[in-house]
């Protein structure tokens, strides 16, 4: 296993269009994270899993966006009706589960899917 | 809501030279975790250091160490003998500690941007 994979790299839809983005995480980790990023600015949260329940939403996660795992291994993070605005770097990282659960457990990050919505 | 702050948006330094990169952060817990990130471009993005709240000792790994300081909630990193290979964005990130409940989310800075010259 060579690390967190996301598909596509690079997404060029126009506006009002649906987008679904995949992301493998590296095997046995159960946690899963999306976070977006735009240009020129640090990467921020949208949600996490831990298997396959969605345990935190940020308030950046509108209605159309929506985010799935729903095996416990590989997460879909959809966009409905697309907009300029969703233009961004969207970043997929995974984790372990801390022994004890409370510890630290650093996340590996994905290479990102670059999403252009024209 | 915890807060974390990069005012310099661009640093340069000389090849074997000594670069220090400032974060300050804001948050109302007493324990909890601090990073620096590297994205190289077009790459993904890698752990360079982690520092936990509790520990007085600052982290160091190899070239890179920390300045950590509670009281002024400064973390800075300082690169020694810089290496063309080190030119990147750098961010820095908090983290909630768990034993606190709080969340798994990373809150990162806007990124700094290194340029190595020969």
């Known amino acids: 296993d060579t690390g967190v994979s996301q598909d596509p790299r690079h997404k060029i839809t126009k506006r009002g269009q649906n987008v679904t983005f995949r992301c493998d995480p590296i095997s046995e980790h159960n946690r899963l994270y999306w976070y977006r990023q735009t240009l020129g600015q640090g990467p921020e949260f949208l949600t996490y899993?831990?298997?396959?329940?969605?345990?935190?939403k940020s308030r950046l996660l509108s209605d159309r966006f929506s985010a799935e795992r729903p095996k416990g291994s590989f997460s879909t993070l959809e966009i409905q009706r697309t907009e300029q605005g969703d233009s961004a770097m969207y970043l997929c990282?995974?984790?372990?589960?801390?022994?004890?659960?409370?510890?630290?457990?650093?996340?590996?990050f994905g290479p990102g899917t670059r999403l252009t919505v024209l | 809501a915890q807060t974390v702050t990069q005012s310099q948006p661009e640093m340069s330094v000389q090849e074997a030279e000594t670069v220090t990169l400032s974060c300050t952060y804001d948050?109302?817990?007493?324990?909890?975790?601090l990073f620096w990130y590297k994205q190289p471009p077009s790459r993904q993005m890698i752990l360079v250091i982690r520092q936990e709240a509790y520990k007085q000792q600052n982290a160091t790994e190899n070239r890179f160490s920390v300045n950590f300081q509670k009281a002024a909630k400064s973390f800075s990193l300082k690169i020694s003998d810089s290496q063309l290979g080190d030119a990147a964005m750098y961010f820095c990130a908090y983290r909630d500690h768990l034993t606190q409940g709080g969340s798994e989310k990373l809150v990162f800075g806007k990124g700094t941007k290194l340029t190595v010259n020969p």
């Open positions: 899993f831990q298997n396959e329940a969605q345990l935190e």
């Open positions: 948050t109302s817990e007493s324990d909890y975790y």
């Open positions: 990282a995974s984790s372990e589960l801390g022994r004890p659960s409370s510890s630290y457990n650093e996340q590996f």
